[in-house]
């Protein structure tokens, strides 16, 4: 038994309630639905319904495959089978075969994120004619490290990569959206930088708060220093981690010093680090749902975002004195 007709008119119509603009080009869907047609038969080449979901990972990377049969480097996907149910049921079966994970957590609401009309090339080997494919994706999350399985007969390689990979450009900034990322082509002014803080004690431990595990902000669910992004009254850098540090917790009158600047997919972020040997249960946390000093050993037993513990062990590795020779 194949995808009802009916499930796939309501995820097209509840779609459409979000993104109306795009009813024109899913009119020819949806009439084809309303006459009764089986739109997931993949031999049906007047256009067939397939799956893809984007996978992200802790880091906020987006697993990418190298797709054999067209040859590009595309999020895992293919056509529905008899077996499926829902569409999303159809999704998470074939990022299963092709790459091994089944843990996922469906981001949006568990609702497409894009529903795309693409052209498929001609295959006269497979006595295929030129077709459209109307691709339903979905945004996943997965935690932890996950062990990749390739299906080798249709898989050439996968990479963790950022999300601006993503090759196609609608897909990229509606990912980036959902990841809480500044979207591509903003005003200079509106957002043109973050900050991550590393404020360090006397045992050298790091003061992180656990963000909110929430869709729509960087890197939910996981431990990170403090920080954020600029607004148009800060001056510079400095000026944002200082806001940042008032804004979060309440600290005021810490010396911030500049250590370095990372590229995070296309947006600068500016290292900072700082002292204070307080007690964490006397700050006000106005973000996330805790906060405590942390040991760099606790890092690799925590849910962190892999750049960010990068980062901070950067930090560490740049204060921490070290015997001659170094200085």
């Known amino acids: 038994m194949a995808i009802s007709g009916p499930h796939i008119h309501d995820t097209v119509i509840a779609y459409l309630q979000r993104r109306p603009a795009e009813l024109e080009v899913l009119q020819p869907l949806l009439d084809r639905l309303a006459g009764g047609v089986d739109v997931t038969d993949r031999s049906d080449f007047a256009g067939h319904v397939t799956t893809s979901g984007v996978v992200v990972n802790d880091a ?5 495959i190298h797709h054999k049969a067209s040859g590009r480097r595309i999020q895992p996907g293919g056509h529905c089978e008899l077996s499926d149910r829902t569409l999303i049921a159809a999704v998470r079966r074939e990022i299963a075969e092709e790459t ?22 001609a295959r006269p080997d497979r006595g295929e004619p030129a077709h459209h494919h109307i691709d339903v994706r979905y945004v996943f999350r997965t935690r932890g490290t996950p062990t990749l399985t390739l299906q080798l007969e249709e898989v050439a390689g996968a990479e963790w ?29 509106e957002d043109p930088y973050g900050t991550l803080v590393v404020i360090t004690n ?14 729509g902000i960087w890197a939910p669910g996981t431990w990170a220093p403090l920080g954020g992004g600029a607004e148009p009254a800060d001056a510079d850098p400095h000026a944002t981690g200082v ?7 309440g600290l005021t009158g810490i010396e911030l010093t500049p250590m370095f600047r990372v590229d995070s997919d296309g947006y600068p972020v500016y290292v900072m680090h700082g002292r204070w040997d307080g007690d964490p249960a006397t700050l006000v946390l106005s973000e996330g749902t ?11 037993r925590l ?18 004195p070290k015997p001659a020779p170094h200085r």
């Open 202 to 215: 006397r045992a050298g431990e790091v003061l992180m708060h656990l963000r909110d595990d929430k869709e």
């Open 303 to 320: 849910p962190m975002n892999a750049s960010v513990k990068q980062d901070t062990r950067r930090v560490l590795d740049l204060i921490i």
């Open 161 to 189: 990569c950022g999300p601006s990979q993503l090759g196609d450009p609608v897909l990229r900034a509606r990912v980036l959206d959902v990841l809480g990322r500044p979207r591509e082509n903003r005003p200079v002014e």
């Open 60 to 64: 906020d990377e987006v697993l990418l």
């Open 290 to 300: 805790d906060l405590a000093f942390l040991a760099s050993t606790d890092f690799d």
């Open 243 to 249: 806001r940042e540090l008032q804004e979060e917790v």
């Open 100 to 121: 091994g994970i089944t843990a996922l957590e469906p981001l949006c609401g568990g609702e497409p994120v894009q529903i795309d009309v693409h052209s498929i090339g």
